[in-house]
């Protein structure tokens, strides 16, 4: 399969730190396009279902929007003390519904770390729950269906240590979100809610560190049960 596409991103930044932020907002605004190869190929629904799999993606098309934003506020006259506010959302969407793209979709639950697929997916850490258990499927082809997802989180964060060699601090986190197969599928009140606690360890060296602990209150797809309790580890990135 060949993905050619072209990638676009608009951000802001106003932080005043980039390891332990207490004031200032990110905004991040992206694209990612192919061409549509089917149309400019004139290729038939005839043709479409005659071809097999390696026919039919041999040229991967589709558009991937993303928004995001994060906002800090210091809660303490010293700063230390600091609420961040975040929000996501993505979206995977195709030209032509035979050529609905296996690649590029949102693998969301976990740490976004420890899970491998072969589908170049992006993935979406959502504590709280096991890793891509938010993530729905088609049973008949067991392929990821992430084609839509949102995010929200707010983390309350106290620094223990800011010296130049080592930066650590704790938080406690309130998450929700969800992942959709379609866009007529997605509701934003459709949320998965989780909540918990965690630390961080930036060291020059090494790079950020952590782990958290958190609750999922709900159930998960095609399952009855709550995500529960669930650890997660942190290594050189922000969940």
Not at 21 to 39: D, E, N
Request: net charge neutral; proline share 5%; aromatic share 16%.
């Amino acid at each position: 399969c060949h993905n050619l596409a072209l990638n676009l991103q608009l951000s802001r930044s106003s932080i005043d730190n980039p390891i332990y932020t207490r004031r200032g907002s990110q905004f991040v605004l992206g694209c990612k396009i192919t061409p549509p190869w089917s149309a400019m190929m004139h290729i038939t629904d005839a043709q479409f279902a005659e071809m097999n799999t390696n026919e039919r993606y041999k040229m991967i098309e589709y558009y991937k929007l993303k928004a995001s934003g994060k906002v800090f506020t210091p809660l303490t006259p010293d700063g230390k003390l600091v609420l961040m506010a975040r929000a996501e959302f993505g979206f995977l969407g195709n030209y032509n519904p035979y050529t609905k793209s296996p690649f590029e979709s949102f693998y969301m639950g976990g740490d976004g770390m420890s899970s491998y697929t072969s589908y170049s997916t992006e993935y979406i850490a959502m504590r709280g729950y096991s890793s891509g258990s938010l993530t729905p499927y088609d049973n008949n082809t067991g392929r990821n269906m992430g084609y839509v997802y949102d995010k929200y989180t707010l983390e309350l964060r106290y620094p223990i240590c800011l010296e130049q060699s080592a930066t650590i601090w704790v938080h406690g986190f309130l998450e929700a979100g969800n992942c959709f197969a379609d866009i007529k599928d997605y509701n934003p009140f459709d949320l998965k809610r989780s909540a918990g606690l965690g630390v961080r360890v930036f060291l020059p060296m090494f790079g950020l560190m952590g782990i958290d602990w958190g609750w999922g209150f709900d159930a998960i797809n095609g399952d009855k049960s709550m995500g529960g309790s669930q650890f997660h580890f942190v290594l050189g990135q922000e969940l």
